[in-house]
């Protein structure tokens, strides 16, 4: 049986807008760390991957949030979908 939903719409809505900010967060990381390692900055490539993953978690952990109380997180395509040209470091190239 599905548990009643029991956040307000406001608080899906911030909890919502939080997940699209770790999401977004997570996927400018991994841009960062697949430009440093383009350009042979392994040691910074190294952290950008560690804090992409940390986001990550930090999007997992309020997915379950939600879920838990009977609510699911309803992701925008924004942040999985941002053009290449809207990444810093995009015009770094060889």
């Known amino acids: 049986m599905p548990t009643p939903n029991l956040l307000t719409k406001p ?3 911030m909890l ?4 699209s900010a770790e ?5 400018l990381y991994l841009h960062l760390a ?6 042979g900055y ?3 490539q ?15 952990r ?9 609510s699911w997180a ?7 979908t941002a053009g290449e040209h809207d990444l810093p470091g995009a015009e770094v190239r060889r």
């Open 34 to 39: 697949n430009q440093m390692q383009f350009v």
């Open 62 to 70: 309020l997915v379950e949030f939600m879920n838990k109380r009977g």
């Open 74 to 80: 309803r992701v925008g395509w924004k942040a999985a």
């Open 42 to 44: 392994f040691g910074a």
């Open 46 to 60: 190294k952290f950008f991957l560690a804090e992409a993953a940390a986001e990550r978690e930090h999007y997992q």
């Open 16 to 19: 919502g807008e939080a997940i």
């Open 11 to 13: 608080i899906e809505a």
């Open 23 to 27: 999401l977004f967060a997570s996927h």
